[in-house]
């Protein structure tokens, strides 16, 4: 077994210490004898350290001003750029992504610091008229206090820095747990900021499990907000706590995205977009196309090419440049998937493509399944309703536009969606019927800008939108203030 010689720290209030609580060894999704990187673990008390190091930190950041806040993460925004080759590589060797996504990744994430540096310069509320003379009446925006950010493995990179960015410029004091999948893409983050001259203890790294780790992050007194994503039963979780302790939360949760193909729709574009949406990332996004629902009248057609283009795809460590798939994470989500696929199987829906587990060419040792594609799926079994976080699409057949739409609002999930057609009119009628927080025209269900809200409705999300301005204002409470500038000359009719 190859092993990872650099046993990786903790930064807790400005500097790298050693956990306490043993190490975690990172293994290679795509090859399981190589250990990519190991990490001390933080102990309960030194989980208490650095909540207690934020907490110590935040008010002399709080009144730091924001454009200097803001210099602080376009500089880390600099030292990223300058580092994205490292980053890339080590991301996609630690998820098992395509290295191209990798690198895409990166950029979003460097996105996000540049929108969110610009944003120090309009952390701004309004002004309204009052009912008096000589009275102004105005909002303002003000810090949490210490925040907690809790990040998963499918997107290292970006779902830190679409939280960790907004939470520094508006003000509040961070300690962030990643991921034990892929710790090393936030050992990257943080030193980016450090390097950049944040002051101690105002972001504060911390790797170990989710049960020890994260539970105090979330039950801690000195925690004033919690930013999560992840599963839904976690999700619930955090949001049972976080009602009974009056902390202020968001959670980014799952998805059953649905892709429509109406029969006008540029079906060359179609076909690019659902299998970029179906099988990117191995499937590994909340936001990825889980559900094809194609008028019947092109479905044959249609689904034939899906499954040519499925079964074209190279599945293979993600490093490797000529590689369209890579591994999913871990042997569970191994299991999970082989799961939906013996489901899918029982069911009696047609297999189209893939439906196994990938081993030649020294594959057994990673965690590959072949892009699987399931026709006639039915749109109540649990091959349609679950998420699958893996790369198996199900086709599910309507009869018309009305009957597409019923179908795709049929889940309990309301994250991202999309439609292929050349009916403008169709299509916004589409973005007008469907019970999603994002949908995609003629484009895939997949990403978003740092620019525009990401979320979802229904069971994909809690609390306020991320990115843009609404993932700034989540890390602010509201402040209104009435000023009378009569100098008491007169009584107030104010009641």
Known sequence: MATATA?????????????????????????????????????????????????????????????????????????????????????????????????????????????????????????????LGNNLLFTKREPLGAVSIITPWNFPWAIPCWKIAPALVAGNSVVFKPASFTPLSAYHLAKCFEDAGLPPGVLNLVVGSGRKVGNELIHADKVCGISFTGSNEVGKQIEQAAMETGKKLCCELGGKNPCVVMADADLDSALAGVLKGAFGASGQRCTATSRLIVEESIADEFAARVAEGANALKVGPGINDDVDMGPVIDQSQL?????????????????????????????????????????????????????????????????????????????????????????????????????????????PTLGGEAQVPFGGIKASGIGDREMAKEGLHFFTELKTVFLDYTGGARKSNIY
């Open 7 to 131: 046993v990786y720290k903790n930064f807790i209030n400005g500097k790298w210490v050693d956990g306490q609580a043993g190490e975690l060894q990172v293994l290679n999704p795509a090859n399981q004898d190589e250990v990519l990187s190991r990490f001390s673990m933080v102990s309960t008390e030194q989980t208490h350290e650095a909540l207690q190091a934020a907490q110590d930190a935040f008010q002399g950041w709080r009144r730091t001003s924001p454009p200097q806040r803001a210099r602080i993460v376009r500089k880390a925004l600099q030292l990223a750029e300058e580092r994205e080759d490292q980053i890339a590589r080590d991301m996609s060797l630690e998820a098992g992504k395509v290295l191209s996504d990798a690198r895409g990744e990166v950029i979003k994430g460097c996105n996000l610091l540049e929108f969110y540096s610009g944003e120090g310069l309009r952390l701004i509320g309004d002004a309204a008229p009052s009912e």
């Open 335 to 443: 299991d999970t998937v082989l799961g939906f696929i013996e489901s899918g199987n029982k069911d009696g829906f047609k297999l189209l493509a893939g439906g196994e587990r990938v081993t030649e060419n020294g594959m057994d040792k990673g965690f590959f399944v072949r892009p699987t594609v399931f026709d006639h799926v039915d749109q109540n079994s649990y091959l349609a309703q679950e998420e699958v976080f893996g790369p198996v699409l199900s086709i599910i057949r309507a009869k018309n536009y009305e009957e597409a739409i019923e179908m795709s609002n049929n889940t309990k999930y309301g994250l991202s969606s999309s439609i292929y057609t050349r009916d403008i009119n169709q299509a916004m009628k589409f973005s007008d019927d469907i019970e999603a927080g994002m949908v995609h025209i003629n484009s």
